[in-house]
C-alpha cells in the first residue's frame, strides 16, 4: 500500500446530495480512488440516487426517506462511519484525491485538533469567507493564512472532523435544519478548547450554491431565505443572552417587509422569493412565540 493509499484509507469522504445529480460525475472522478465514501440522499426528486450507483458504486449510500437537512444528514453518515477522520465534503467542492490524503498527513501530525479546514477558492479562483473568530470576536478575514491557524469558526463544504476528538461536544444541532449549523458546532468546539485549524496550503474549489438544482428553483430560493431565517434566530436564541432571540425576531420581521417591498420593485424573481422566504419564516417563529406566551 502505497502513502496515499493508506492515508485516504484513514478518512470518510461524507457528501449531502438534494437534487445534486448534476455534481455526481466530477464527484465520483475525485472520489473515485478514495476507499471509504458515504453519500447521504436528503430524498431528491432527481436521478442523483442512480447516478450515484453507477457512478459510485463503491459508496455507501444513505437514502433518507424525507430530507432532514444537512446536519442530520451528516450526523447519520458520522454515526456509521469507522475511520479515524471524516471529510464533509458539499457536492459543489472539487477535491482532488491527493489533497484529501494531504489533508489527513497533516492532520495526523497534529494530535490536539478536533477539525481542519482547507481553503476555499470561489469558481473565478478569489478566496472566500471560509474561516474566521467566532461571531462578537473580531472583524473576519479571510486569504491572510500562510501556515497553519488556529481560528473559530471553519464552513463545513470541506471540514475534516476527528470524530472521536470532537465526540465530547457532539456533531451536529438538528434544530438547524439549514444555515448556522457549522457555526453552532464550531462556536461549541471553540468553547470547549478544542482548536480549528485553517490549512491554507490545501486549497479547494468551491462553486457555491452550486449543489442544488430542481424543477421549481424559485422554491428552492424561498425554502432558502426561509431556512436561513429560522436558522439565525435559533442561534441567537442558544448563544445569545437572554431574550435575544425574542428581540432579534422583531427587529428582522421589521426587516423583512421593508426587504420584501424592495425586492418587489427590482427585476430579480430570485431575489424575490428568497426575501418572501425569509419574511413567512419569521411569521411564523413570531406566530409560535406568541402562542407560547
Avoid at 489533508?103 to 501530525?109: C, E, G, R
Avoid at 428553483?217 to 425574542?246: C, N
Wanted: charged share 20%.
Amino acid at each position: 500500500m502505497d502513502k496515499r493509499t493508506a492515508l485516504l484509507d484513514r478518512v470518510t469522504v461524507i457528501t449531502v446530495s438534494y437534487n445534486s445529480a448534476h455534481c455526481l460525475p466530477a464527484l465520483a472522478r475525485a472520489l473515485g480512488a478514495c476507499p471509504h465514501v458515504t453519500l447521504v440522499d436528503n430524498a431528491s426528486a432527481d436521478t442523483t440516487l442512480a447516478e450515484a450507483r453507477r457512478l459510485l458504486p463503491h459508496a455507501r449510500l444513505i437514502a433518507l426517506p424525507r430530507n432532514l437537512g444537512y446536519g442530520a444528514a451528516n450526523n447519520a453518515a458520522i454515526e456509521v462511519a469507522s475511520t479515524p477522520y471524516v471529510l464533509l465534503l458539499n457536492p459543489d467542492c472539487e477535491a482532488r484525491p491527493e489533497q484529501i490524503a494531504e489533508l489527513v498527513a497533516l492532520a495526523d501530525a497534529d494530535p490536539a485538533t478536533a477539525m481542519w479546514v482547507p481553503q476555499l477558492l470561489g469558481s473565478a479562483g478569489a478566496p472566500e469567507l471560509n474561516y474566521s473568530m467566532p461571531r462578537h470576536h473580531g472583524t473576519p478575514r479571510t486569504g491572510a493564512a500562510d501556515g497553519p491557524l488556529c481560528v473559530g469558526y471553519a464552513c463545513a463544504a470541506a471540514l475534516l472532523i476527528h470524530r472521536e476528538r470532537l465526540a465530547p461536544v457532539g456533531f451536529f444541532d438538528t434544530r438547524f435544519f439549514l444555515y448556522y449549523e457549522d457555526e453552532d458546532l464550531c462556536l461549541r468546539a471553540f468553547q470547549a478548547r478544542l482548536p480549528i485549524v485553517v490549512l491554507p496550503q490545501v486549497r479547494l474549489t468551491h462553486h457555491a450554491r452550486g449543489s442544488v438544482r430542481g424543477p421549481r428553483p424559485l422554491a428552492a430560493e424561498y425554502l432558502r431565505g426561509w431556512h436561513h431565517a429560522q436558522s439565525k434566530i435559533t442561534f441567537a436564541t442558544k448563544h445569545g443572552p437572554a431574550g435575544a432571540g425574542g428581540r432579534l425576531l422583531v427587529r428582522s420581521v421589521r426587516r423583512a417587509y421593508a426587504q420584501v417591498a424592495l425586492r418587489a420593485l427590482l427585476p430579480s424573481p430570485r431575489l424575490l422569493a428568497r426575501a418572501w422566504g425569509r419574511l413567512q419564516g419569521l411569521r411564523q417563529l413570531l406566530k409560535e412565540q406568541r402562542a407560547h406566551g
